[in-house]
Nanobody, 133 residues
Framework: QLQLVESGGGSVQAGGRLRLSCVVS????????IGWFRQAPGQEREGVAL????????YYVDSVKGRFFISEDYDRHTYSLDMNSVKPEDTAMYYC??????????????????????????WGQGTQVTVSS
């Protein structure tokens, strides 16, 4: 089982930027993808971005395309999410996770039912991001 620890959350004004980091312990070549997810108060957890490990492709949900960027430093076992031009609706607890079903197509992996269902993967504890207008 992997251990994931997020950091970098905080408060930022709309239009600003923030960088979240996720350090993954126990990372092996069997870990095929790492993702960032978020959960706003009263809402289900949703996907934000996904990267396939060791230089693989990255994917984004429509609401963050062109604003958020996921990156990998494999040697440091660190996965970062650069958040630019943030909006108040980006306010949420942000989590990184190692999904178990990385072989699924992105749109199938990132459904809310799958993300919030049992056995999705290993999760971190989360880091809060608050965007003020």
């Amino acid at each position: 089982q992997l251990q994931l620890v997020e950091s970098g959350g905080g408060s930022v004004q709309a239009g600003g930027r923030l960088r979240l980091s996720c350090v993954v312990s126990g990372l092996t070549t069997a870990t095929q993808c790492i993702g960032w997810f978020r959960q706003a108060p009263g809402q289900e957890r949703e996907g934000v971005a996904l990267v396939y490990t060791r230089g693989g492709r990255s994917y984004y949900v429509d609401s963050v395309k062109g604003r958020f960027f996921i990156s990998e430093d494999y040697d440091r076992h660190t996965y970062s999410l650069d958040m630019n031009s943030v909006k108040p609706e980006d306010t949420a607890m942000y989590y990184c996770a190692a999904p178990r079903l990385c072989g699924l197509k992105f749109n199938s992996l990132f459904t809310r039912d799958r993300i919030n269902g049992p056995g999705f993967g290993d999760w971190g504890q989360g880091t809060q991001v608050t965007v003020s207008s």
